[in-house]
């Protein structure tokens, strides 16, 4: 059968792909049906079609998995942020864990082991760092999927109550002063996106305001506002980005109020966090996330570790406290002014950090004859280059533990690491973004 668009077709739901989307098969065509459930029976409308696969809208379920729940955000399935808010959290996790098992087959060709996936204790307001487009109206939101749409939201389910507050002082200060919003299409207004990021162990929260200009009117009111409504607020900055392009925080920040920069703790490490600092967003998980690459580390006080993207030093100083020497390798400068200041703050004496990206710091340590016992990686979404894995092979750490935020690139460059005479011993997934398709996972690989 040859499938059109506007065809109705009743089918059943036998699988998900990677973002979470039902999986339904007619006549062997594989069709990608979202907010459908595994085992529903579902009739559906064919939206668009290729000649091997292609995408249905759900116009009516059948027989609906007792997995089913009413989602309660008002604006999910025109939010580009959550993807399974139509799930229990039972079947989100076995989705989650099924991700990583059938990435692992598809691209790595491994049936290595995957352990019982790390569940969250929470699944709403557990995100400390906020972003929020801002648009005519004022409005503040998120992106509908796959566009720049902006879908206002006044109280998203997944942020921290203390982000909402924040948006809702932003609308309130551009409407009195009728402040423009940016405009991507003429480049034209003045503000552009929301920052928001909350301390987990104190409350203290950071604002950061995104706008193309350093001349900012009416500053002391918006301080007002923010500070009126979110008194938990310690400091207030302003990024001035004048640059075209989705990259959010770029340009030179100014603080307006308070301080530039706030602490938190994580594994009992205190954190400097500048606004352009990585830090994990789901506080709470990521310290479980963390414990785990600690026991797939095996210290015992006497190794050397490398830790590859290290942020602002929050993996490096936690396996600082169990090695002979860590040592953190980041490409952005202010994360590794941070990091080195984080070491200072916390005592820790046997910590370095380079700035360089992977690859560069890879080279010169093998150039200046460092030999890591264990090797940590943490790259971005798109994996490793595969020099920085033969760089990571040749030093021959007896230990690489692989933190990866996505289980197709990881896949892959499990694969590349098996090539280089690198096993599998464990994967544990841990769920830091509930209501979310992402999942990260920790590795163990052993030479």
């Given at each position: 059968?040859?499938?059109?668009?506007?065809?109705?077709?009743?089918?059943?739901?036998?699988?998900?792909?990677?973002?979470?989307?039902?999986?339904?098969?007619?006549?062997?065509?594989?069709?990608?049906?979202?907010?459908?459930?595994?085992?529903?029976?579902?009739?559906?409308?064919?939206?668009?079609?290729?000649?091997?696969?292609?995408?249905?809208?759900?116009?009516?379920?059948?027989?609906?998995?007792?997995?089913?729940?009413?989602?309660?955000?008002?604006?999910?399935?025109?939010?580009?942020?959550?993807?399974?808010?139509?799930?229990?959290?039972?079947?989100?996790?076995?989705?989650?864990?099924?991700?990583?098992?059938?990435?692992?087959?598809?691209?790595?060709?491994?049936?290595?082991?995957?352990?019982?996936?790390?569940?969250?204790?929470?699944?709403?307001?557990?995100?400390?760092?906020?972003?929020?487009?801002?648009?005519?109206?004022?409005?503040?939101?998120?992106?509908?999927?796959?566009?720049?749409?902006?879908?206002?939201?006044?109280?998203?389910?997944?942020?921290?109550?203390?982000?909402?507050?924040?948006?809702?002082?932003?609308?309130?200060?551009?409407?009195?002063?009728?402040?423009?919003?940016?405009?991507?299409?003429?480049?034209?207004?003045?503000?552009?996106?929301?920052?928001?990021?909350?301390?987990?162990?104190?409350?203290?929260?950071?604002?950061?305001?995104?706008?193309?200009?350093?001349?900012?009117?009416?500053?002391?009111?918006?301080?007002?506002?923010?500070?009126?409504?979110?008194?938990?607020?310690?400091?207030?900055?302003?990024?001035?980005?004048?640059?075209?392009?989705?990259?959010?925080?770029?340009?030179?920040f100014l603080t307006l109020w308070g301080e530039d920069s706030l602490r938190d703790t994580l594994s009992?490490?205190?954190?400097?966090?500048?606004?352009?600092?990585?830090?994990?967003?789901?506080?709470?998980?990521?310290?479980?996330?963390?414990?785990?690459?600690?026991?797939?580390?095996?210290?015992?006080?006497?190794?050397?570790?490398?830790?590859?993207?290290?942020?602002?030093?929050?993996?490096?100083?936690?396996?600082?406290?169990?090695?002979?020497?860590?040592?953190?390798?980041?490409?952005?400068?202010?994360?590794?002014?941070?990091?080195?200041?984080?070491?200072?703050?916390?005592?820790?004496?046997?910590?370095?950090?380079?700035?360089?990206?992977?690859?560069?710091?890879?080279?010169?340590?093998?150039?200046?004859?460092?030999?890591?016992?264990?090797?940590?990686?943490?790259?971005?979404?798109?994996?490793?280059?595969?020099?920085?894995?033969?760089?990571?092979?040749?030093?021959?750490?007896?230990?690489?533990?692989?933190?990866?935020?996505?289980?197709?690139?990881?896949?892959?460059?499990?694969?590349?690491?098996?090539?280089?005479?690198?096993?599998?011993?464990?994967?544990?997934?841990?769920?830091?973004?509930?209501?979310?398709?992402?999942?990260?996972?920790?590795?163990?690989?052993?030479?």
């Amino acid at each position: 059968m040859s499938l059109a668009k506007n065809q109705l077709h009743t089918v059943t739901i036998d699988g998900y792909a990677s973002d979470g989307a039902g999986v339904a098969r007619i006549d062997g065509q594989v069709v990608f049906v979202r907010e459908a459930i595994d085992g529903e029976t579902c009739l559906i409308r064919i939206l668009r079609a290729t000649k091997s696969v292609a995408w249905g809208k759900l116009e009516d379920i059948l027989e609906p998995s007792p997995h089913r729940i009413a989602p309660t955000c008002p604006v999910y399935g025109k939010c580009g942020g959550c993807d399974l808010m139509h799930m229990d959290y039972t079947e989100e996790l076995r989705f989650k864990r099924q991700r990583v098992i059938d990435a692992l087959a598809r691209l790595g060709d491994t049936d290595a082991p995957v352990a019982p996936i790390i569940a969250a204790d929470t699944q709403v307001h557990y995100r400390n760092k906020a972003i929020f487009a801002v648009g005519t109206g004022p409005v503040t939101g998120f992106y509908r999927r796959r566009s720049h749409q902006i879908i206002p939201v006044t109280a998203c389910e997944i942020q921290r109550e203390v982000s909402n507050r924040a948006a809702t002082a932003l609308r309130t200060w551009m409407a009195a002063f009728d402040m423009p919003a940016y405009d991507e299409t003429t480049h034209r207004g003045l503000i552009r996106h929301l920052f928001v990021r909350q301390a987990a162990s104190s409350g203290q929260t950071a604002v950061c305001l995104v706008a193309t200009s350093g001349k900012l009117p009416h500053r002391d009111a918006l301080i007002e506002t923010i500070r009126e409504h979110c008194p938990e607020t310690v400091g207030i900055v302003l990024c001035v980005n004048r640059e075209v392009g989705n990259t959010v925080l770029r340009g030179e920040f100014l603080t307006l109020w308070g301080e530039d920069s706030l602490r938190d703790t994580l594994s009992g490490l205190t954190f400097r966090l500048s606004p352009q600092s990585f830090f994990q967003i789901n506080p709470t998980q990521a310290e479980r996330l963390y414990n785990k690459a600690l026991s797939y580390a095996e210290l015992t006080d006497r190794e050397t570790v490398l830790d590859l993207y290290c942020g602002t030093g929050t993996i490096t100083l936690c396996m600082a406290q169990k090695a002979r020497l860590a040592i953190g390798a980041e490409i952005v400068e202010q994360a590794v002014l941070d990091a080195r200041e984080n070491a200072q703050t916390n005592g820790i004496t046997n910590a370095q950090f380079l700035l360089a990206d992977a690859q560069d710091a890879a080279r010169q340590l093998a150039d200046s004859g460092i030999s890591p016992d264990v090797v940590v990686v943490d790259p971005p979404r798109k994996g490793l280059t595969p020099h920085v894995i033969n760089l990571v092979a040749e030093m021959e750490p007896a230990r690489v533990v692989y933190v990866s935020c996505d289980p197709a690139t990881l896949a892959r460059d499990l694969k590349s690491f098996s090539a280089h005479g690198y096993a599998v011993t464990e994967i544990t997934p841990v769920d830091m973004f509930p209501r979310c398709a992402h999942v990260e996972c920790v590795v163990l690989l052993q030479r």
